[in-house]
């Protein structure tokens, strides 16, 4: 086992995660955050709220232009400040994980992001299962073949890993 001590700093994600029930945080609230992340050191940021409802409830729907406007103002605003900027999706109220139309889904709205200039990206499943940096275990046994994103680097191993 690793202990903080012994990892090299730019191993460790040291942030905040925006991924809380309630109001999402303003355009200009998060910018405030990414200001005080700057301030002590902090490098990741993970974008989840659970009330943008095309990160929950309706995941499979992509951002339209005025919301893609802010999400590209905000991953500019990380990578300004040395902010690692990381998209987060919560389809597990009702994501179907065996279907290939699913995971065609994923890609897509994974895909707007990269467009924006987002490299990281996390799945958050039920009872907190989150993997990071561009693949993401699966919560329940497959027997398909990985999927690959053109581009993509895997930062983790195991026997059912989407990559994208």
Not at 42 to 57: I, M, S, V, W
Request: charged letters at 20%.
């Amino acid at each position: 086992m690793t202990n903080v001590e012994s990892c090299p700093e730019n191993d460790l994600m040291h942030g905040v995660i925006e991924g809380f029930y309630g109001p999402p945080w303003s355009h200009e609230e998060r910018l405030t955050v990414l200001d005080w992340m700057a301030a002590f050191g902090l490098n990741t940021y993970f974008y989840a709220p659970k009330d943008d409802l095309k990160q929950r409830l309706l995941w499979r729907e992509a951002y339209v232009e005025s919301e893609l406007h802010l999400l590209r103002d905000l991953i500019e605003a990380c990578r300004q400040r040395g902010i690692q900027f990381v998209f987060a999706l919560s389809p597990g109220l009702d994501m179907k994980y065996h279907s290939e139309a699913e995971l065609s889904l994923l890609k897509a709205k994974c895909h707007q992001i990269r467009q924006l200039g987002g490299e990281h990206f996390a799945i958050f499943f039920l009872l907190g299962q989150c993997i990071f940096n561009s693949c993401w275990y699966l919560p329940t046994p497959c027997n398909h073949n990985p999927i690959t994103f053109e581009g993509s680097k895997t930062f983790c191993t195991g026997p059912d890993v989407l990559h994208i």
